[in-house]
Structure formats: structure tokens, C-alpha cells
């Protein structure tokens, strides 16, 4: 197996089977990251002396051409091929010959996997960032749009108090813009750059970190080369906490579908098409879509423990375990989005029952609105509880069926304008459009 660390002892299959595991599957998906970093790193190297300008131009043309030849999916790692970064620098070698033997100076393989795992994570939370964004922008145009349609809230699972599909919509795009909140703190973490750490330890080349940050976009350096290292596992765990959250945000959301689809509840429905039955009931609307969806994002919120656990009382350096956190991380990615996606694609089709509160089974829930309303005739709250307690007891309460809510966030107050403010100023901060354009100059030809 060709490796970057190779020299002539040859390791045993089975250790070499047992230590290499999934890296050479996962690795296929940073393939196009190791490109630009080693794009960054050899115009480094030839600002330093580290390479002369015929061998830079040579190794930036066919890593351009091969970075093409990865986003037409024309890329793979060969049989006998350790990783990655072993099969660009063999490909590059055998293109160009001897130049593409030095695309590793000033860099150990532990800062070139740093770079291409912040390289992929960056590139990964922006994609979820986009897809929150557009399932936010639904639930606020779901909320305005059935503002006005009421239906039960409730506590402990018992009828409670009147709420509407206006609040119930908002409520989880409110509770997105707290999770980016949470996402924007990891792409902060992320968007440093590691390369020039070497092994964690530095270099005697008189490297140019400074450089290599600009061309790759990244926000600011990793400075310290020793906690550039100890950032592995680090930086997983912090976007492990926020993937977690937007997980925990879609799982209640799934619940709350699975409910309100029952016949009990009844508050929703489907085209029929977007659910499933049953092999021995013929009446069935099964809600699998939700129900898969609260699964894989309650299988989600472990993650954070999952990462801790793998990196629980490691002391300071590099440590093989690292690798296995992409078997963690990157699956992680695919499942948040696919959830993302399928509850944006769900709730487009989402129909809401108008008449819900005309079942007298939830007369009660206007009590609070009745105790208010005396209070508001002058009654002390204690004694309007007690007349309105004593009127359900003889079943004479008959509450007219209005709700007066206008306070902030409330019923007929939704401040969805606000949380549309709140959710542009995270998305804003995120400045996508920077690492974009410092991508986009160093694959030009």
C-alpha cells in the first residue's frame, strides 16, 4: 500500500486492515478539500524558496485539473492506496514527475488532514445553513399564512390554553434561529486555519501561515501549533453540539406532526400519497416520514456524547482514535440535511383543519381567557379563578370563544418581522460570500 510515511518495513495485514478501516471510504469526500489546501500550499512554498516557479506552475495546473476531475466525480483512490492525500501526491507525480514530489514540504500529514477536515466542515455547515434557512423561510410564511387558525395548547399533554398554527409554525422557526446561533459559534471554531502546524509542532521552514489563510478564506489562524493540533476532536465536538440542537429542533417538530395526524388530534393532513399504509389495515395514513425523521435526529443528539467520549482524557499531540470521528461526523452531515430537506418538503404540502376548536371537548380551554377578562372588570385574580373553578365543577361555564392576545409573541402578535430580523443577523455574520471568493481565485485558471 503506497503511503506518505512508507519507508521499508512493511506492516502487517491485519494491523494495517485494523488501523486504515473506513479512511479510505470517507476519505473520497474530502478529496477536492486536500486539493486546495496543497493549491495554497505550494504557492506558500514557492514565495519561501521551497519551490521554484517552474515546478509551482507545473503542480498548480494539474492540481487545477484534478480538483475538476473530483467535482465531475472522476476520482477515486486506488487499490493499494493508503488515503487520500497519498493518492493526490501519486497521481501528481505521475503526471508531472519529480515536482509533485514536493508538495509535502513544510507539512506533516497531520496538518494537511486538519486542514481538509476544516476545509470539508466549513464547506459541510454551510450546506446546513442553507437548508435552515429555507425550511425558516417556510415556517414563517406558514405562520403569517394560518395566523388566524386556532388550535389547542397544551401542558402536560392536557388541554390547556388557546393557541394557533400562526405561533405553532413560528415557534420552530424562532427555535432554528437560535440553533444557527449555535452553528454560527462552530464555523467561527472551524474557520481557523491549522496548515503549518506541521505535526503539531511547528517547522524549521520559515512557513507563511498568513498566506495560506488568505487563500483559502479562512477567517484567522489556529496561531499556537500545539493547540492546532489539540483542535482535532475539539472543533467535532463543538459542531457535533450544534448539529444536535437543529436535531433536537426537528425531532419536537416531528412529535408534534405524528400528534396532530392522529385521529385523535386530527389537527393536520397530507396528500395521501406522502404517507404510508398498512399490510393489514386498509384505512391507514401512517405519518413514516416524521416518525423516520424524529428517529434519526434522536440518534443525532448523541452525537455531541459520542465525540466527548472518543476524546475523553486524551493528552496533548496527535492520536490515531482521531481518524474515527469522521466515521461520526461526516454521516452526521448527510442525515441533518436529509431531515432538513424532508421536513421543508413535507410542510409545502402540509394542510391545517380550520374548525378545530369548535369540538366541545375544548371549551376549557378559554378558562384563563374568562378569568382575564374578569380581572380586567375589576375582580382580584384569586376570586375570578375561584368563580370560573366553581363554573366548570357545575358545568356552567359557557365561554364565548374569543382570544385578545396582543402582547409581543403572542397570538395576535406574532413578531415574525423580528425573528426575520434575528435570523438575518446570524445568517450575515456567517460571510460566506468571503470564503467563496478566495475558493473560487485559487482554482481559476
Known amino acids: 500500500m503506497s503511503k506518505l510515511w512508507q519507508k521499508t518495513t512493511n506492516v502487517n495485514e491485519l494491523v494495517e486492515s485494523f488501523t486504515v478501516g473506513r479512511d479510505r471510504e470517507l476519505d473520497r469526500q474530502m478529496a477536492a478539500f486536500d486539493v486546495l489546501g496543497s493549491l495554497a500550499h505550494t504557492q ?10 517552474e515546478d509551482l506552475q507545473l503542480v498548480q495546473r494539474e492540481l487545477k485539473i484534478l480538483y475538476r476531475e473530483i467535482e465531475s466525480d472522476n476520482f477515486e483512490i486506488e487499490e493499494g492506496v493508503e488515503d487520500v492525500h497519498s493518492q493526490v501526491e501519486v497521481l501528481l507525480t505521475r503526471r508531472i514527475g519529480e515536482a509533485g514530489k514536493k508538495i509535502h514540504s513544510g507539512r506533516s500529514r497531520n496538518d494537511q488532514v486538519l486542514v481538509d477536515l476544516k476545509l470539508f466542515f466549513r464547506h459541510e455547515l454551510q450546506q446546513v445553513v442553507e437548508e435552515v434557512q429555507q425550511l425558516f423561510n417556510l415556517l414563517i410564511e406558514l405562520s403569517e399564512k394560518h395566523k388566524n387558525v386556532l388550535l389547542p395548547g397544551y401542558t402536560h399533554l ?70 492546532a493540533q489539540m483542535g482535532r476532536g475539539k472543533t467535532e465536538r463543538i459542531i457535533a453540539q450544534a448539529l444536535s440542537s437543529i436535531a433536537a429542533t426537528l425531532s419536537r417538530m416531528a ?74 461526523l461526516f454521516p452526521a452531515f448527510t442525515e441533518l440535511k436529509s431531515c432538513l430537506h424532508m421536513a421543508h418538503f413535507m410542510l409545502q404540502h402540509i394542510e391545517v383543519k380550520t374548525n378545530i376548536l369548535d369540538d366541545p ?66 445568517l450575515q455574520q456567517f460571510n460566506f460570500s468571503k470564503t467563496e471568493a478566495a475558493i473560487s481565485s485559487l482554482v481559476a485558471e
Open 255 to 328: 412529535m408534534d406532526q405524528c400528534l396532530y395526524l392522529s385521529q385523535n388530534f386530527a389537527f393536520v393532513s397530507y396528500p395521501e400519497n406522502l404517507t404510508t399504509g398498512s399490510s393489514i389495515m386498509p384505512h391507514k395514513k401512517n405519518p413514516d416520514v416524521w416518525e423516520i425523521m424524529r428517529g434519526k435526529c434522536n440518534r443525532l443528539q448523541a452525537l455531541p456524547n459520542d465525540v466527548a467520549i472518543m476524546t475523553t482524557n486524551l493528552p496533548s499531540g496527535y492520536h490515531r482514535e482521531m481518524q474515527l470521528l469522521k466515521e461520526l
Open 158 to 227: 392536557q388541554v390547556a390554553m388557546p393557541s394557533s398554527f400562526g405561533l405553532w409554525f413560528g415557534a420552530y422557526a424562532e427555535s432554528l434561529t437560535d440553533d444557527l446561533e449555535l452553528l454560527l459559534a462552530a464555523y467561527k471554531i472551524t474557520n481557523k486555519n491549522p496548515l503549518g502546524s506541521a505535526a503539531g509542532y511547528g517547522s524549521s521552514f520559515p512557513l507563511n501561515r498568513t498566506l495560506t489563510t488568505q487563500l483559502l478564506g479562512f477567517e484567522n489562524l489556529n496561531y499556537n501549533v500545539v493547540y
Open 361 to 426: 371537548k375544548y371549551a376549557y380551554l378559554f378558562s384563563v381567557e374568562e378569568v382575564n377578562k374578569q380581572v380586567l372588570n375589576g375582580v382580584p385574580f384569586r376570586d375570578a379563578y375561584k368563580q370560573v373553578g366553581m363554573a366548570i365543577e357545575q358545568g356552567d361555564f359557557n365561554p364565548a370563544k374569543e382570544v385578545r392576545h396582543t402582547h409581543e409573541g403572542s397570538i395576535g402578535n406574532l413578531c415574525n418581522p423580528q425573528i426575520v430580523v434575528g435570523m438575518n443577523s446570524v
Open 44 to 53: 506558500m512554498l514557492q514565495t519561501i524558496g521551497l519551490l521554484s516557479k
